[in-house]
């Protein structure tokens, strides 16, 4: 029966001390043989007055969800909002698509997709997430289906993006599909 003790400064909110749990239980299972139900996760929080190192501290404002983060951005991505979609991106953001096709900017994945597909919309399965060195990695599995350049449907198309976070944007994104293997068969 693993129990997990964190101190806190005050201030984070019911989500954050939440997601905070369930990340601290995730870790131990990554570890140790133990069910969700045997792992206790205790936050324990002091006054900001009541803690100092070099000094009076407040709490730095907590991280987004990094699953939530990845579906906003898809969203937005989907419905063409670019720019709403770039505010979410870290400097020096860098994706990488089958054909080890590299761009960095949106405006150049919209361009590339038109001599592919008319439009494509993702259907999800799950989402993972890991540890990362510079923040959480989120792996979003699932189908691709929309319309070729010729007016033909298309579905079922496996694919997963993996996304790297930096500082609560994303950093880096990495595209596996069969897109190929379904226009060229």
């Known amino acids: 029966m693993p129990v997990v003790q964190v101190t806190l400064i005050e201030g984070y909110d019911d989500d ?6 369930a990340v601290l ?7 140790l043989p133990a069910s969700a139900e045997a792992i206790t996760v205790a936050l324990h929080e002091v006054a900001p007055a009541a803690y100092s190192r ?19 951005f898809l969203e937005r991505m989907e419905a063409r909002d670019l720019a709403s979609a770039q505010a ?11 054909g080890g096709v590299r761009m960095t900017r949106l405006g150049e994945l919209v361009d590339w997709a038109k001599g592919r597909y008319r439009f494509v919309r993702k259907t999800y399965e799950r989402f993972d997430v890991a540890p990362g060195a510079e923040g959480p990695t989120v792996y979003c599995f699932g189908t691709l289906a929309g ?15 993996r996304f790297e976070t930096a500082g609560g944007r994303l950093a880096r ?12 068969g």
């Open 16 to 21: 954050a001390r939440a997601r905070l749990c």
């Open 25 to 31: 239980a995730d870790a131990v299972r990554m570890v």
């Open 54 to 72: 070099g000094g009076p501290r407040t709490p730095a404002p907590a991280l987004p969800d990094a699953v939530q983060l990845v579906r906003t």
């Open 88 to 98: 979410m991106l870290a400097g020096g953001f860098e994706m990488t698509f089958p």
């Open 147 to 161: 319309e070729w350049l010729d007016g033909s449907a298309f579905e079922g198309i496996r694919f997963i993006d």
């Open 173 to 184: 994104q990495h595209v596996w599909n069969d897109m190929g293997e379904r226009r060229n």
